[in-house]
Nanobody, 117 residues
């Protein structure tokens, strides 16, 4: 089993910045994809950004140029740096981990990000 613990959410004004982190613990298979998803009220959960253990990165169009995903493989931790935040970025942000070629997938409990003046 794998546990994901997110931190770093909060309230920020439009145009502000926020950083999220997610640490994986337990039986973490070293070859994996980690990602950030988000879900706004009344909307479906959507991918924000993903990163593989060898550094391949994918961003949603809404995140390109404003968000940066990174990871520390030694610490099994993924980060999301967010700048120029907009009210529409308000959502619960979830950490996700998918081991390579395994059916299992894991989710964090979510952390609230609110962008409001």
């Amino acid at each position: 089993q794998v546990q994901l613990a997110e931190s770093g959410g909060g309230l920020v004004q439009p145009g502000g910045s926020l950083s999220l982190s997610c640490a994986a613990s337990g039986s973490v298979y070293r070859i994996n994809t980690m990602a950030w998803y988000r879900q706004a009220p009344g909307k479906q959960r959507e991918l924000v950004a993903s990163i593989t253990n060898d550094g391949s990165i994918n961003y949603a169009d809404s995140a390109k140029g404003r968000f940066t995903i990174s990871r520390d493989n030694a610490k099994n931790t993924v980060y999301l740096q967010m700048v120029a935040l907009r009210p529409e970025d308000t959502a619960i942000y979830y950490c996700y981990l998918k081991p390579y070629r395994r059916a299992s997938e894991y989710w964090g409990q979510g952390t609230q990000v609110t962008v409001s003046s």
